[in-house]
């Protein structure tokens, strides 16, 4: 099939956005959707029909890695523009790479939230990844759009109650990290769980107003740790894209289901990674 560059991007468009539809994103805030176009319309290529280079944040060496791995799209979770531009040069690393992407034809598509409250999303797999399918899964907060599943933050509750030891052995195998940081709640020396609020990412504002055991999401600010602890809840922590990276092997397989049609090639970055280390 010789399709037009803007063609293909124009179909990996509609796959994503079928799996997490734009509805879904928190438009106050966030700034998600196709967000470099680096496309033509005129230009075709007879062998290489898609190139999606996936990543939690585009760093200047996830760009690197795209443009060696010839990408023609770059799946990023993370917004790569938030705040409005107001010149392009060479000072800043995001207007390096800004320039770098359009001049080797890449575009950059950034689903965020709308994966975080997306059915089988980011949440629904933090959530079977600490629930051992032996928890009921239900969502935090829908939104005023939201299908049956769908909204932000997942609550899983166990029909009998789990050690905090055991919940942080099971977000260790399923997050594959050695380390995170715990805050046991205060007054128990081997604290139980019957309830656990998850949030990728960062969950403070999420968290506030929710009654939990266990709150699981990537960082909280210093006070909103000790709260939820004074509170009799435990925290588990493990750093804000460790809670998000994981997924993208999943995000993998359905893009390339829905796009089988396609001659394409997916990868999953090999230098995207947390900026913060256990040491």
């Given at each position: 099939m010789s399709l037009t560059s803007y063609s293909k991007l124009r179909a990996a468009v509609a796959a994503i956005e079928k799996l997490y539809p734009t509805r879904l994103a928190d438009s106050s805030w966030d700034n998600t959707g196709l967000l470099v176009d680096a496309s033509s319309k005129t230009l075709t290529y007879e062998t290489l029909e898609l190139n999606i280079l996936l990543a939690i944040d585009l760093t200047e060496s996830v760009v690197t890695e795209a443009?060696?791995?010839?990408?023609?799209?770059?799946?990023?979770?993370?917004?790569?523009?938030?705040?409005?531009?107001?010149?392009?040069?060479?000072?800043?690393?995001?207007?390096?790479?800004?320039?770098?992407?359009?001049?080797?034809?890449?575009?950059?598509?950034?689903?965020?939230?709308?994966?975080?409250?997306?059915?089988?999303?980011?949440?629904?797999?933090?959530?079977?990844?600490?629930?051992?399918?032996?928890g009921a899964v239900s969502v935090l907060s829908p939104t005023a759009t939201s299908?049956?599943?769908?909204?932000?933050?997942?609550?899983?509750?166990?029909p009998t109650p789990v050690s905090l030891k055991e919940l942080v052995e099971r977000v260790k195998t399923s997050l594959g990290i050695s380390q995170l940081l715990v805050a046991p709640a205060s007054?128990?020396?081997?604290?139980?769980?019957?309830?656990?609020?998850?949030?990728?990412?960062?969950?403070?504002s999420l968290f506030r107003g929710v009654n939990a055991d266990v709150f699981y999401t990537g960082e909280l600010s210093h006070h909103e740790a000790l709260h939820f602890k004074e509170m009799g809840s435990s925290v588990i922590a493990c750093n804000h894209s460790n809670t998000e990276r994981g997924y993208l092997s999943v995000m993998k397989e359905k893009l390339a289901k829905e796009l089988q049609s396609f001659d394409l090639t997916i990868e999953i970055s090999k230098t995207d990674k947390d900026p913060f280390e256990f040491w």
């Open positions: 443009i060696a791995n010839r990408a023609s799209l770059v799946l990023a979770y993370h917004p790569f523009i938030f705040k409005g531009l107001k010149a392009i040069g060479q000072e800043d690393s995001q207007q390096r790479s800004l320039v770098r992407l359009i001049q080797n034809g890449i575009s950059v598509y950034c689903p965020h939230t709308a994966v975080d409250a997306a059915k089988d999303g980011v949440n629904d797999w933090l959530a079977k990844g600490i629930s051992g399918d032996n299908l049956e599943g769908e909204g932000m933050g997942r609550l899983v509750t166990f007054g128990s020396s081997n604290p139980v769980a019957s309830s656990v609020a998850i949030c990728a990412g960062s969950g403070g």
